[in-house]
């Protein structure tokens, strides 16, 4: 079982140009978030999803757009890059969005702007 | 508003416990979680409470005060292979989760 899948893995990106981060999950969960990760800071939500068909703003999302045409993908876009976008971006996944329950998440998108 | 305080580093002796104290503020509390992350790697589940106590797994023991807005992760027997960060998570009352920076743990042998 794969779990959560993201690509790439690692990727340079000039200042202004599109890129979109791909996550894919198999665990069927009904919901789906996009997380940064900054040294020093915590964990902040970019986009979120209860369920496929629905996206919902996190706690930083401008400059950043998200999709969910169906229950595995959950593709984060930046329309033109910021070099303040330098960030690993993290996709997870959980059983249900209301309630406690455990995250589970991909190993993680390293990305720079240059 | 809401906040979350955990210290940003730890160093402790292998085989030997350590304690990582984190502090919450938020509105409403639907629970309090631990995650490990070593690094290059992506945060996995260890714990969560949402009652006042001590739960055991293992090694691993998570403690929650919700009066004190206070939990602490305790790690026994370390071994060299503990060391990592570990996230403090609290959900507030819209279940959205605010996380702590991380503490580092560093194990010496």
């Known amino acids: 079982i794969a779990g959560i899948t993201q690509a790439p893995t690692s990727q340079i990106l000039a200042a202004g140009r599109r890129m979109t981060l791909r996550c894919t999950q198999d665990m069927r969960h009904n919901a789906m978030y996009w997380y940064r990760q900054d040294l020093g800071l915590g964990l902040r939500l970019i986009h979120y999803?209860?369920?496929?068909?629905?996206?919902g703003k996190g706690e930083v999302p401008d400059g950043y757009s998200v999709s969910r045409a169906n229950t595995d993908d959950f593709p984060l876009t930046l329309a033109s890059a910021v070099p303040s976008q330098t960030s690993v971006y993290f996709c997870a996944s959980s059983a249900l969005l209301e309630g406690a329950e455990e995250l589970f998440f991909g190993e993680g998108s390293r990305l720079t702007v240059l | 508003g809401q906040n979350i305080d955990q210290p940003t580093e730890m160093t402790a002796t292998e085989g030997a416990i350590v304690q990582i104290n984190c502090t919450y503020q938020?509105?409403?509390?639907?629970?309090l979680f631990w995650y490990q992350q070593h690094a290059g790697e992506a945060p996995t589940f260890l714990s969560y409470?949402?009652l006042d106590g001590l739960e055991e797994k293992g090694r691993f023991s998570s403690f929650l005060s919700r009066s004190k807005g206070y939990s602490y992760l305790l790690l026994k027997e370390l071994q060299m292979k503990d060391s990592a960060s570990y996230l403090c998570a609290a959900m507030d009352s819209n279940y959205q989760l605010i996380w702590g920076a991380g503490t580092k743990l560093i194990i010496k042998p």
């Open positions: 999803s209860n369920t496929a068909g629905t996206t």
């Open positions: 938020t509105s409403g509390f639907n629970g």
């Open positions: 409470n949402v």
